[in-house]
């Protein structure tokens, strides 16, 4: 079995509802054992939400991108650095497989630049929101070659020195293609990528992606992140996954048995 360059990025009730944490905890940890070097990466969204209701901080979206101003930035840093990042630490941990917390924003990983969205010609200012802009991978592989798993929370630190939220979709597939990854894997609740009728595709190229999203097979927020898929295939990646957090045994039937629940984006046409 050949031995892969993983990022795994991990999203939807998989990465909040603590048995769903504990069961990828323990994939995660048996693909690290198999050989595999894995990267992963989170958001926390939902929980960063909540967290803002309790302090009485209003959460606005515009364009599915969240606004952030600076209170609302220095409550995604203590949520997502903190709170999440170190309950996948200890998941980890509890597999007895090492585990090493970090953003974006640690040993130069990720600089980001800040993010304006535009639309009919206006432009809107998103606060604390970048994209990654360049990524030097030096923490990762020490941490990789020192037999840990990098766990990477999404934020990174702009060339002011602001923190930034970062899309974890994003960050995930910068970070892939700085890497040279192998595979990278989104676990979502969608489960991988659905046509018109609610059928799942199994398989997609990229090469069919533009004509899927014209004859309409692919609709809505499927379609920023097929493009994404595509970008990133384009470049030193090998392949990309959509998978479920709740179909057993996911992460490991893909990578170690070749058998994908979920939507398999390859190369070519």
């Known amino acids: 079995m050949k031995k892969m360059k993983l990022v795994i990025k991990i999203g939807g009730h998989g990465a909040e509802d603590p048995k769903?944490?504990?069961?990828?905890?323990?994939?995660?940890?048996?693909?690290?054992?198999?050989?595999?070097?894995?990267?992963?990466?989170?958001?926390?969204?939902?929980?960063?939400?909540?967290?803002?209701?309790?302090?009485?901080?209003?959460?606005?979206?515009?364009?599915?991108?969240?606004?952030?101003?600076?209170?609302?930035?220095?409550?995604?840093?203590m949520v997502l650095a903190g709170l999440v990042n170190k309950q996948?630490?200890?998941?980890?941990?509890?597999?007895?497989?090492p585990a090493l917390g970090l953003c974006g924003g640690d040993g130069s990983l990720v600089r980001a630049r800040k993010l304006t969205v535009?639309?009919?010609?206006?432009?809107?200012?998103?606060?604390?929101?970048?994209?990654p802009h360049k990524v030097k991978t030096t923490v990762l592989d020490v941490a990789l070659r020192g037999g840990m798993i990098p766990v990477v929370a999404s934020l990174g630190v702009s060339a002011r020195g602001e923190f930034l939220?970062?899309?974890?979709?994003?960050?995930?597939?910068?970070?892939?293609?700085?890497?040279?990854?192998?595979?990278?894997?989104?676990?979502?609740?969608?489960?991988?990528?659905?046509?018109?009728?609610k059928k799942l595709?199994?398989?997609?190229?990229?090469?069919?992606?533009?004509?899927?999203?014209?004859?309409?097979?692919?609709?809505?927020?499927?379609i920023p992140k097929l493009l994404s898929c595509?970008?990133?295939?384009?470049?030193n990646v090998g392949e990309v996954d959509i998978l479920s957090t709740?179909?057993?045994?996911?992460?490991?039937s893909a990578i170690n048995k070749g058998k994908t629940a979920g939507t398999r984006i390859v190369k070519g046409s």
């Open 20 to 77: 769903g944490r504990k069961d990828l905890a323990r994939q995660i940890a048996a693909l690290h054992k198999a050989g595999h070097s894995v990267v992963v990466v989170h958001g926390g969204g939902k929980i960063l939400t909540r967290t803002l209701e309790r302090m009485g901080i209003a959460t606005e979206f515009h364009q599915g991108l969240r606004v952030t101003d600076a209170a609302t930035r220095d409550v995604a840093m």
């Open 88 to 97: 996948w630490v200890a998941e980890l941990e509890n597999m007895k497989q």
């Open 118 to 131: 535009g639309k009919n010609g206006s432009k809107r200012d998103l606060g604390f929101v970048g994209r």
């Open 165 to 197: 939220n970062i899309n974890a979709d994003d960050l995930a597939a910068a970070l892939a293609v700085a890497l040279g990854a192998d595979r990278l894997l989104y676990l979502t609740e969608s489960g991988g990528v659905w046509d018109a009728e």
């Open 201 to 222: 595709l199994p398989v997609v190229r990229v090469g069919d992606i533009r004509r899927m999203i014209k004859e309409g097979v692919v609709r809505d927020g499927m």
């Open 230 to 235: 595509a970008r990133t295939l384009r470049q």
């Open 246 to 252: 709740t179909v057993p045994n996911a992460l490991v």
